[in-house]
């Protein structure tokens, strides 16, 4: 068991790398230098002096290796540089507005969660029934909707048919719980409901699976009632595979806001996101690509432990 | 001259190739009713981008100052936006922004993905490791995040965007087209093949890549559906398609969200647009992925 978590641990490390590498790699093929793109980009006609002088700022006139050895020193004491845009620390800015955007996408795995295992469940046990497909169309649908549409649609019925707007800036959680409510949990509906989509459609397969083995047939006719076969010899043995696309997906949740926090105008990691694509602030994207990647790899690997330690198979292997 | 050569097992079929694509596509229509339903909303998508001058009653870039946000009327069938320019022309028009970069990049991508896993498989060791592991790295980042880092380096114009789409999409279907292509190695006709003296070339393009078609088809139209919500995305956030291009994600923009509630038409249509079309092409997948490849079904 700890031989299997060390070597999970140790391996890591080099898909870490590798994607520092490839970002620090695309942010410096671009044809001139971000430098000179960024402020070209601004105001026609920069001198050479001020371009150099912006180089030398961002450790740019330094050579590769170098800069690469100080990005990656930085990293690792979670210094992520200064924005090219604003000027403040990239962490500064990040910690900002780390608490809103993890709180949606915890109120986002809610909702999934909450949506997807009924649902998945009764649509396997109703197989090829109209109830089935109206959970598949259901599903289907979440999959098919933009998310930054139906947050959308979420604001203009909320103003159409209950004349209220969610309340429009944020305030943090242990201030005021009722209000932070009331305006996250539109932007927690219009995630959920589409990351739902992709686990509903896996606990279906997954207990379809279940209900035919030998153990549930097994305790059918030793005469147990339905709802103690399902909670506890059928849905415990299926969510093995939903809780991996369960964190599959939480891992991945920042796509998700990124667009979703544009429409609710809430300033998370994700509307950061846009506005350094936006604004070209190249030390910011790399930053943010690092980390978001960089958490779905720390996600991936607490996800294998789990695996590890809900599942005797890998346990002892 | 042929008589001394081996004998391909490909060229000893003689199908009529029409007449069995025709069955199949009908025994598909009657099992799979709701495929069937997203194919004939696929080929209704097809004929509005190929018909869009004729069915269009309005130019989508012709500004109307006398009608803007004019409400769904007889003359403007679902009203105008803040520019006067028709929605119901921008939403046809919009289908052939959607297509081209929904096929564009779902094409090159599957394509590539395809060629990288099948190589991946059939040169195993070093080459399978490594490639592998860059396949993990780059699966390592969200879809629209490595999109919009890619327009960020690349700029915005439509093969900008179709590119910064298709490269996030190459790893997950090398990953799946590899899987299948390991077992395929295996197969004695690839011992053949290779005991009768084909090179590399020869093996991978006849004898493995027809035989990983199934999984290509799935992927394909997977990223279809995955590749227009991400133009749409890209598109929302002003990243991805520029005004004044008629694009459903671009519609929603801007002036959509601050008069959403004098015109909501500007807002909901466009979304039902991208809605129908993503559906239509997840529900056809769907189905096509039952009929081609029932192991796949839990994915």
């Not at chain 1, 219009?190 to 279940?210: C, D, F, I, N, Q």
């Not at chain 2, 998508?45 to 018909?51: H, I, R, S």
Request: proline share 5%.
């Amino acid at each position: 068991m700890s031989r299997y978590l060390l070597m999970r641990f140790l391996l890591m490390f080099p898909t870490l790398l590798g994607v520092a590498v490839v970002i620090f790699v695309l942010i410096r093929v671009i044809p001139g230098d971000v430098v000179e793109l960024r402020l070209a980009g601004d105001r026609g006609a920069v001198s050479e002096q001020v371009l150099n002088q912006e180089r030398a700022r961002f450790g740019l006139d330094k050579p590769v290796w170098q800069q690469f050895a100080t990005w990656m020193w930085g990293l690792l004491r979670f210094d992520f540089g200064t924005s090219m845009w604003t000027g403040a620390p990239i962490g500064q800015e990040i910690k900002l507005r780390f608490a809103l955007s993890f709180q949606v996408a915890v109120m986002a795995t809610i909702v999934a969660v909450l949506l997807a295992i009924p649902l998945g469940v009764i649509a396997a046990l109703k197989q090829d029934t109209w109830v089935d497909y109206t959970v598949r169309i259901f599903s289907i649908a979440g999959l098919a909707c933009p998310s930054f549409w139906l947050g959308i649609v979420f604001i203009l019925t909320l103003l159409v048919v209950f004349k209220w707007l969610p309340p429009m800036v944020y305030t943090p959680l242990w201030v005021n719980p009722w209000q932070n409510l009331q305006q996250l949990i539109w932007p927690a509906l219009a995630v959920g409901y589409r990351y739902s989509a992709v686990a509903t459609r896996m606990t279906r397969s997954a207990m379809l699976e279940v209900l035919r083995e030998d153990y549930i047939r097994t305790a059918r006719a030793k005469g147990l009632w339905q709802s103690l076969i399902l909670s506890r010899h059928a849905l415990k043995n299926a969510m093995l595979p939903v809780l991996t696309v369960i964190a599959v997906e939480f891992a991945f949740l920042i796509g998700g806001l990124v667009v979703t926090e544009q429409v609710f105008n809430l300033n998370g990691i994700g509307l950061l996101f846009v506005q350094a694509v936006a604004h070209r602030d190249y030390t910011l994207i790399q930053a943010l690509t690092m980390l978001v990647a960089g958490f779905f790899i720390v996600v991936n690997f607490l996800m294998d432990i789990a695996y590890a330690w809900l599942d005797p198979r890998i346990r002892y292997r | 001259m042929a008589v001394a050569r081996p004998v391909d097992p490909l060229e000893l079929e003689t199908p009529s190739a029409l007449g069995r694509w025709a069955a199949a596509a009908a025994e598909f229509c009657r099992q799979r009713p709701l495929g069937a339903i997203g194919a004939g909303a696929i080929l209704f998508l097809f004929v509005v981008a190929a018909l869009a001058p004729v069915i269009s009653a309005y130019d989508p870039l012709a500004v109307h100052f006398d009608a803007m946000l004019a409400r769904p009327s007889a003359l403007h069938w679902l009203g105008t936006d803040a520019f006067g320019r028709d929605v119901l022309a921008r939403l046809i028009y919009g289908s052939r922004t959607a297509l081209l970069v929904g096929f564009g990049s779902a094409i090159v991508g599957a394509a590539l993905g395809t060629i990288l896993g099948v190589g991946s498989a059939y040169f195993g060791g070093r080459v399978d490791l490594y490639l592998q592991r860059l396949m993990d790295v780059f699966l390592s980042f969200p879809l629209i995040v490595l999109a919009l880092a890619l327009v960020a380096i690349l700029g915005n114009s439509v093969p900008n965007v179709i590119a910064a789409i298709t490269v996030p999409m190459v790893p997950r279907c090398a990953l799946v087209i590899r899987a299948s292509a390991l077992s395929i190695r295996e197969m004695p006709y690839v011992d053949a093949a290779r005991a009768a003296g084909f090179g590399h070339a020869r093996i991978i393009l006849r004898h493995m890549l027809p035989n990983v078609m199934a999984p290509f088809l799935i992927m394909l139209t997977a990223f279809l559906g995955q590749a227009i919500l991400l133009e749409a995305s890209l598109s929302f956030l002003g990243l991805g398609v520029q005004e004044p291009t008629a694009a459903w994600g671009l519609m929603l923009r801007g002036a959509a969200v601050d008069f959403a509630e004098a015109a909501p038409w500007m807002a909901i249509f466009p979304g039902l647009a991208i809605s129908f079309a993503v559906f239509a092409f997840n529900l056809f997948g769907d189905s096509l992925r039952d009929a081609l490849d029932p192991k796949l079904r839990t994915q």
